[in-house]
């Protein structure tokens, strides 16, 4: 991989935790105490907690990273540990997806295929 494409990757780690209905405001209290801390550490872009739109106790916790260093570090961190810890309240185990794009495109790459601009930049 040439050092100008490793410049432009993003990595992401998408956790998907589908809690037990009656843990439900349990674990989002947890995830909402997690939410501050990581966009503090050191290569962390992005962090987030969303709902399921169609199902209120499915949660996905998305983080953004400049690279797999800084990922492996949070990912090592008691951070993380108190989500892996969330097991015992869940319907079913933790999903954990980590993707890596590179050369992320975005709002200007849809801009030009649909040949105008709808949103600004």
Known sequence: ?????????????R?????????QKEVLQTLLSLVEQPAKENGCLNYGV????????V??????????????RH???NRFSVLLGTKSLLCEPLKI???TTADP????????????QILPN
């Open 15 to 23: 956790t998907i935790i589908n809690v037990l209905p009656e843990k």
């Open 75 to 77: 990912i090592n961190s």
């Open 50 to 57: 969303f709902n399921d739109v169609e199902d209120q106790n």
């Open 59 to 72: 949660f996905n916790v998305i983080s953004e990273w400049e690279n797999r260093e800084h990922l492996d």
């Open 97 to 99: 997806q980590i993707l």
């Open 105 to 116: 495109e975005g709002l200007k790459t849809v801009n030009s295929v649909r040949k105008k």
């Open 1 to 13: 991989m040439s050092e100008a494409f490793k410049d432009q990757m993003i990595i992401l780690i």
